[in-house]
């Protein structure tokens, strides 16, 4: 098991920027593979980004070049930068930590989420 608390969000206008946080804690941080989700309000949860244990990153497609998805393994920490943030990346950001390096599901373990609200 790890345990996952994001931290970062606010609320922000157009144009601007967030990072995101996420600490791990108990099982090997080094070893998990971790992303970042949302979920905007009537929406589901949808995949963010994607980090590997060997550093590897994935993104959704209308996100890339917005968005950066790092870890600092000497920190258990998982990051998410956002630039050029709009309306419509408001939402419920979560963590997400798996060992298996497959997403096509959702599982793993999660933070309880971190509210992003970009205003226009």
């Known amino acids: 098991q790890v345990q996952l608390v994001e931290s970062g969000g606010g609320l922000v206008q157009a144009g601007g920027s967030l990072r995101l946080s996420c600490a791990a804690s108990?099982?090997?941080?080094?070893?998990?593979?971790m992303a970042w989700y949302r979920q905007a309000p009537g929406n589901k949860r949808e995949l963010v980004a994607t980090?590997?244990?060997?550093?590897?990153?994935n993104y959704a497609d209308s996100l890339k070049g917005r968005f950066t998805i790092s870890r600092d393994n000497a920190k258990n920490t998982v990051y998410l930068q956002m630039n050029s943030l709009k309306p419509e990346d408001t939402g419920v950001y979560y963590c997400n930590a798996r060992y298996i390096n497959i997403w096509a599901s959702e599982f793993g373990n999660w933070g309880q989420g971190t509210q992003v609200t970009v205003s226009s």
């Open positions: 980090i590997t244990s060997g550093g590897t990153s």
């Open positions: 108990g099982r090997s941080f080094s070893g998990a593979h």
